[in-house]
């Protein structure tokens, strides 16, 4: 018997009472009259993102230095954007280091909560945690209500995991309050988070 079985065996038999699982089968997710319009209220107030609305005909290069006009080193294999770095590109991932503004595309927002979902499009993912600022390109009919229907979404696509295997959910910067109860931005990842929603 292995030490897992073991430990696992101590619990069960030391267990007095046992309580069934709560019925969720009434409860149902949550949904806006305009998921759209509460994901950019939950992005600014809630995640701490700036928000940033692009017409259909708007230059998104343009708006990301408007955005940043201090950044020297931009990162990012989309297309239009006026990089010094190619994530699919770079010989070494630690040259991702010293980026100032990542630009990344997200594929599903959520309302609920202003989470957007970010399938590895890249080479080094690494652009979406060492960049100092995160852009994160969103389209507007990429929105759904809440996180059930994202997975749902992500379960649907093979898109997603193609060619890597990786996808993660970011809202607003990295922080933490771990540390002698402060908050400290940048923490584990962007110390600023700005979402660009495209028509």
Known sequence: MSAKENILNHLRQNTRETYD??????????????????????????????LIELPADGDLNAAVRQAYPDAKVVAS???????????????DVRQ???VDVGVVEGCIGV????????????KEKAVCFASQQLVIVLRRE???NNMHEA?????????????YKFGT???????????????????????????????
């Open 21 to 50: 699982l709560p019925d969720l089968s009434t409860l149902k997710p949550t949904t806006f009259d305009d998921p759209v319009a509460e994901f950019c209220k939950k992005t600014t107030t809630t995640a701490g993102a700036r």
């Open 77 to 91: 294999n989309l297309a239009g954007i006026d990089a010094q770095l190619n994530p699919d590109t770079v010989d």
């Open 96 to 98: 991702l280091m010293g």
């Open 111 to 122: 309302a609920e909560n202003a989470c957007i979902w970010i399938p590895q499009q890249m």
């Open 142 to 144: 990429a929105i759904v």
């Open 151 to 163: 997975y749902a979404r992500i379960g649907a696509s093979k898109d997603y995991f193609q060619q």
């Open 169 to 199: 959910f970011i809202s607003g910067p990295s922080k933490t309050a771990d540390i002698e109860s402060a908050l400290v931005y940048g923490a584990q990842a962007a110390r600023g988070v700005t979402v660009v929603l495209v028509k």
